[in-house]
């Protein structure tokens, strides 16, 4: 008997994924295509002053919140639901009793939800991969237009739409997408820590949104222990500041749509790097998780 | 070696800082040997499902042991031979029974061609074949034992564990339940039945145990706990007026002998029932 077998957590993976389908998870991907539309449209209606860049910066910002927004909304609610549903429902209880153990039982729920968010911000950016394209064509043949107009030369022209095509469709478009799923992963896996010991659903879902504001003010916390650290100074902030910075996600590093509002690029290494974190901070949290459930009696 | 193996087993449930904890079972003993059917039975709260949740894993004792063929319950390698019903089995409702039985047999290691043969003789057994397609938020309760008996035998475990198998079923289901723990009897495997149908621990059961405000009190063959020592009955067919008169003048010559009743022997409502079904069925 294998104490960690893949095969085994696929088939619960697998499972819950079609659960989590079944429940029609999914129709908040028309919710999400209908906000987007309609409000890209809106700030198209408004922003008659703004130029190309400007215009396709707001495009973006808005796009990333509401992937930001569902992803996060989507990893809490489908993660706290999970194992309080399967102890409800009784349907725990035929599961571990078959030669399944427990740490094989919550990794593969997490990855269910995982794949899950996965095929959903992918979705998600496809259609802000097409939104954003649609713009930049616009923008382009808008400006290209008046280039030609103002009577500007082709080499002109073809260094204004080498800049466009900066603010289009890019990696680092794709890799801020990446990194909202990296973020998500990272709160269902506090969800998960949560929904292990706690009594219910709604005390997962708060305290996971608690942890979700305190793990984007987790980078300051760390900071401002590690400088009264170097002053050699000690106390009831500092060790309370040790403490954010030790127990709480930095959600701050995943940020990179941000960054890449304001004009920057994201490398692969960073991406890497972050990815890196991601896995250690969720593996510490399935570990906990498992500690938690392991003698969890029902 | 026993089939299942319960050593002393004592539960106590913590409760609120205020509150007494609470003793669900005190130093429960019993042994079940391989191939027998065992049937423990109390009123509810007795101490029951906590026995049984305790032999699954489910729960930690808080003293004695458990072990299934010399397994420790509590370790993962003890759920190998182990097939459970719960009582008002809730699988996921979004899963059909094919979908169920396939999904539980995978847990259980099963791939491929075994796979697929196994679930469709499981479907057979609990006679779900036509229904196989159907999700289980669609099916009876009656169904949904039905196909909780398919997962619970997918990977032809040597323990059966029922927790009030025929709960919520008609006779008819409820006769076929029944039916299916004699055939498993047959076919070698142990049973582990907790239930608070007596009448039924009795038609199937070797052994009961009677549990009552979390002990044990009672424990031993169908045959021992049921004879009426100083009693004998015989029942007669075709049996005149007469010899029945020569029996009764006998009885009452004899010095330390009483009838006690005599009369015609009653068949049970559930019997009365079954038939009137398969007569209409005809």
Redesign the interface.
Known sequence: ?T?FSP??IW??TA?TF??LV??KVFYFLIAFAILCAGLNLLEFDTGATETSEQKLRSVKSLSFFIIRSFSIVFAIAATAILIPKDIE???L?????????RLDYLTGKFLGVFLLMSVAIAAMSLLLNGIIHYHTVAAMVEETARFHTAGASEQTIALRMQELSRYGVTWSLQYASLAILMEATLIAGVALLISTFSSSTLFTIVSTVVIFFIGHFQADAREYYLSKQSLGESGGTTYLTQLVAILFPDLQLFGVSDGLLKGKTISLAQMGQLALTMLLQCGMYLALSWFAFR?K?? | MNAVDIRNLSKTFKSSLRAKPLLAVRDVSLQIPEGQVYGLIGPNGSGKSTTMKALLGLLAPTSGSCHVFGHDSLKVDSRKDIGFLPENPYFHKHLTGEETVRFFGKLCGLRGKILKEKTKEMLDLVSLTAAKDRRLGGYSKGMLQRIGLAQALVQDPRLIVLDEPTAGVDPIGSREIRDLILSFKERGMTVFLCSHLLEQVQEVCDTVGIIFQGELVNQGSIEELTSIEEQTEFILENASEALLHQITELVKSSSDATILRTGKPKTTLERLFIETARSRNH
């Open positions: 008997m104490f095969s085994r088939v619960i499972n079609t659960q079944r429940m429902e009784r349907t209880y035929t599961i571990l009793c078959k030669p399944v153990p003698k009696e029902f």
